[in-house]
């Protein structure tokens, strides 16, 4: 045989083996991570669910989900162990630094407006418009002297189908 024709198999066989190693570098990681998970450490699932450890057991983990409900999780479903300052910044929203430089912003928008007081800033209306009065006529709407065209005659609707009629011919 050619060195030329076991060439393709060499390089097949060393991406492989490439391949494999760095799987197992991940795996070899993650075991290494969920054997520093001690009870009251915070976790995160692979579901994506933050809570904390209670008990560990040899191929289980008893994770607290909530004050006083318990569940029962494969070792395998915790996707990261989280340290206690992350796992308070996520689940109970308490940062670390108060101190932070960058400005907060509102949750709702009473704080844009230009008054300070809630009750001087004009209120606006951003439902559907009024329906134009009846006593002011409109430059585009018809004169009551001129025929409508357009405008169906009584409770008659503009198709012509009454209600409840199919439109199938």
Do not use: C, W
Not at 123 to 139: E, H, N, T, V
């Amino acid at each position: 045989m050619n060195l030329v024709t076991l060439l393709p198999f060499i390089v097949l066989i060393g991406a492989m083996f490439l391949m494999t190693r760095s799987a197992k570098k991940k795996q070899q990681a993650a075991a290494q991570m969920r054997d520093h998970m001690t009870p009251g450490t915070g976790v995160r699932t692979i579901g994506g669910m933050y809570a904390t450890v209670k008990e560990i057991g040899d191929d289980t983990v008893t994770l607290e989900v909530a004050p006083g409900v318990h569940a029962i999780f494969a070792k395998n479903a915790i996707g990261a162990v989280l340290d206690d300052e992350e796992y308070n910044r996520i689940v109970h929203g308490r940062a670390a630094d108060l101190t932070i430089d960058t400005p907060v912003v509102p949750d709702d928008a009473s704080s844009l407006t230009q008054s300070g007081t809630e009750g001087d800033a004009p209120k606006l209306d951003m439902g559907k418009k009024d329906a134009p009065q009846a006593d002011a006529p409109q430059a585009d709407a018809p004169q009551a002297d001129e025929p409508q065209a357009d405008a169906p005659k009584g409770d008659e609707p503009k198709d012509g189908k009454a209600d409840g009629e199919a439109g199938a011919k």
